[in-house]
């Protein structure tokens, strides 16, 4: 199989337009435009239209889409197999949304390598619209998540919540905070819209980020006010860095766990998950299938 022909189709389906996809995925659009011949031609049928309006996929391109997402993700399992054979039982690469893992990466690899000393783990941090691009694409198998995008071939389930606390380098009130000395937290659309709800007057601000690292150092090096997560707020308090601004209501953000809906059932996901939903905290929450609305 060659796979970088179905990967160049299923960039191009992203950005109909070749001289785009040359460009993210490093290559000239002569390259692009053979790798799509060739395809073609191994398919029998034509897969793009180009015209003045731009590149479009023809009906049998339409048709193609399912098809070569599963090749692709078959592939990536296929090469991880192959790679771990002979030192592994299994081999699992894991993405945790960016606030989940600095609080909880180490724990919950100890508890995964005790619970499956046979299966060798790749882990990245990372935001939850690249896990489910790789997800989606077979560069995962199992994602920790805030925010689902309810993908055909994907399965989520809630598993527990972070909670993120308002703390305060200036007081425990709330009036003491403005636009200047804000530190506005975008950790998900789910708690961007409860962050206005709260806090509607600080809705724009100066500084802004989506990682609660970053902004546990800005606070620590500018001072100010910003929602940081429940074990950072008690870190800082009992430091004398912040205050708690105990008269805004914390934040909860809910946790999914993501995988194929092929996979969802195997032993090794369900061990992994079990894992992290011990270390959340949380009950036995029911599936979330996919189509669902978002909370």
């Not at 783990?121 to 997800?135: F, G, K, T, V, W």
């Not at 308002?166 to 905070?177: G, M, R």
């Amino acid at each position: 199989m060659q796979i970088e022909l179905i990967e160049t189709y299923l960039d191009l389906m992203e950005t109909r337009s070749f001289n785009r996809t040359a460009e993210r995925m490093n290559l000239r659009q002569s390259t692009v435009s053979h790798r799509i011949r060739a395809l073609e031609a191994a398919l029998g049928r034509s897969l793009f239209t180009r015209n003045k309006g731009g590149t479009a996929p023809t009906p049998a391109g339409l048709r193609f889409l399912d098809h070569a997402r599963a090749l692709q993700r078959q592939w990536h399992e296929a090469a991880r197999t192959v790679e771990s054979a002979g030192a592994y039982e299994h081999a699992m690469r894991i993405g945790a949304q960016q606030d989940v893992a600095e609080e909880f990466a180490g724990p919950w690899l100890k508890a995964i390598r005790a619970d499956l000393p046979g299966t060798s783990i790749y882990i990245e941090a990372d935001y939850s619209n690249q896990m489910n691009r790789d997800l989606a694409s077979g560069d995962l198998d199992l994602a920790i998540l805030y925010t689902p995008h309810f993908l055909p071939d994907l399965h989520y389930e809630r598993i527990g919540e972070m909670t993120y606390v308002l703390v305060s380098t200036l007081s425990p009130s709330v009036d003491d905070l403005n636009r200047d000395n804000y530190i506005s937290a975008s950790y998900s659309p789910a708690f961007d819209r409860m962050h206005r709800l709260a806090l509607p007057q600080l809705a724009t601000t100066a500084l802004s980020s989506g990682q609660n690292v970053t902004i546990s150092g800005m606070l620590k090096s500018l001072g100010g006010g910003a929602f940081v997560t429940k074990a950072t707020a008690d870190e800082f308090h009992r430091a004398g860095i912040t205050y708690i601004v105990e008269e805004v209501a914390p934040i909860p953000q809910t946790v999914y766990a993501a995988t194929g809906v092929r996979t969802r059932h195997a032993h090794q996901h369900r061990r992994v998950i079990a894992a992290m939903k011990a270390l959340l905290g949380a009950g036995t929450p029911e599936p979330q299938e996919p189509g669902l609305p978002e909370i």
